[in-house]
């Protein structure tokens, strides 16, 4: 949250403060995925030190995202962690992270199958709109625009911990892995690469819309490119060179638009800093949904499942499962 007297970030930068932190995602995702609420379930399952998982759980309570709830344990009273609704809500950005992974990043650990139970066959994903019900829908249909008073540079709070070193993300089957970190984990480096979907392309242009310092920027936009998410481009004509999207990066966007809409609907921004996103096919707002490849039906979060082989506890881990019912919707 913003200082008093500091301005308010825009939804999305709220949203960015809240999850962007590799430690924080992953959390979610167990609890998601696993049901993890306790302690030592985060603990043993990610091999995160007993202070910083304690920080993040405050951190998440404190955002909303966790519950805390008292639950005896023999004669002791200790406190569990239960997913908020807005987090609860989160599932479609979570899934949209395991499609894009599945599709362009290389593991040495396979992921999950997900099970869709409807057709009871193991699928991928369709990013779709809810208006018109097209699917998939791919950022090159898309138009976004923002309000004048949007602003991604809002982000930098004062960091109240230590940004995670790369390579430290747990590479088992469930977790994301660090490519995808470099991306989420890490608040600015998700700023920019929502602002290069909003067609900035020049290092002078990034710095102007996010305020980053100008070696904090250098060494994004370097990793963006040794991802393969960001190309730099030679200048023509004595002009300035730019970096572009490629096809890995291009194939981000439905993990953006669930942040977009999510974000939106949880978070009040200022006036004017809204992002707008329309479907250019049929002309209006796009509301993001996910759609199962095989038989081409609406994915429903009760409705799906990880199926884990050999994962710890052996589960097949649910999406939906002994979670609390989604809210009402709110548009």
């Given at each position: 949250m913003a200082a008093s007297g500091e301005p308010r970030p825009s939804a999305i930068g709220q949203a960015l403060l809240a999850l962007g932190d590799q430690w924080a995602l992953l959390i979610l995702q167990r609890?998601?995925?696993t049901h993890a609420r306790r302690f030592a379930q985060w603990r043993d399952q990610l091999g995160m030190s007993e202070s910083v998982l304690a920080a993040r759980i405050k951190e998440l309570v404190?955002?909303?995202?966790?519950?805390?709830?008292?639950?005896?344990?023999?004669?002791?009273?200790?406190?569990?962690?239960?997913?908020?609704?807005?987090?609860?809500?989160l599932w479609p950005l979570l899934t949209a992270i395991w499609s894009w992974e599945r599709e362009w990043v290389e593991r040495p650990v396979g992921l999950p199958d997900l099970v869709h139970d409807v057709c009871a066959r193991t699928t991928d994903v369709d990013l779709g709109c809810q208006a018109c019900g097209a699917a998939p829908v791919t950022?090159?249909?898309?138009?976004?625009?923002?309000?004048?008073?949007?602003?991604?540079?809002?982000?930098?709070?004062?960091?109240?911990?230590?940004?995670?070193?790369?390579?430290?993300?747990p590479r088992d089957a469930l977790s994301y892995f660090p490519d995808t970190m470099e991306i989420l984990g890490d608040r600015w480096s998700t700023a920019l690469l929502a602002v290069a979907f909003l067609r900035v392309r020049r290092f002078a242009d990034f710095q102007t819309e996010l305020g980053m310092a100008p070696s904090v920027l250098s060494d994004r936009l370097r990793r963006f490119c040794d991802l393969g998410v960001l190309e730099p481009r030679a200048p023509v004509a004595g002009g300035r060179a730019e970096y572009r999207l490629t096809e890995k990066g291009l194939a981000f966007f439905p993990v953006l638009a669930f942040l977009?809409?999510?974000?939106?609907?949880?978070?009040?921004?200022?006036?004017?800093?809204?992002?707008?996103?329309?479907?250019?096919?049929?002309?209006?707002?796009?509301?993001?949904?996910?759609?199962?490849?095989?038989?081409?039906?609406?994915?429903?979060?009760?409705?799906?499942h990880f199926a884990v082989e050999g994962a710890e506890g052996a589960h097949s881990a649910t999406t939906a499962v002994q979670l609390p019912p989604a809210p009402a919707a709110t548009r």
């Open positions: 609890a998601l995925l404190a955002g909303g995202l966790l519950r805390p709830q008292p639950y005896r344990d023999g004669g002791r009273t200790r406190t569990e962690y239960l997913l908020t609704p807005q987090a609860i809500e950022a090159r249909e898309t138009d976004t625009q923002r309000g004048a008073g949007s602003a991604f540079g809002l982000v930098a709070v004062a960091r109240h911990h230590r940004r995670t070193a790369r390579g430290r993300v977009v809409d999510w974000a939106q609907r949880w978070y009040p921004g200022p006036a004017g800093s809204g992002v707008a996103i329309t479907h250019r096919a049929c002309g209006k707002p796009f509301v993001p949904y996910l759609r199962c490849r095989t038989c081409e039906t609406p994915l429903e979060r009760a409705q799906v």
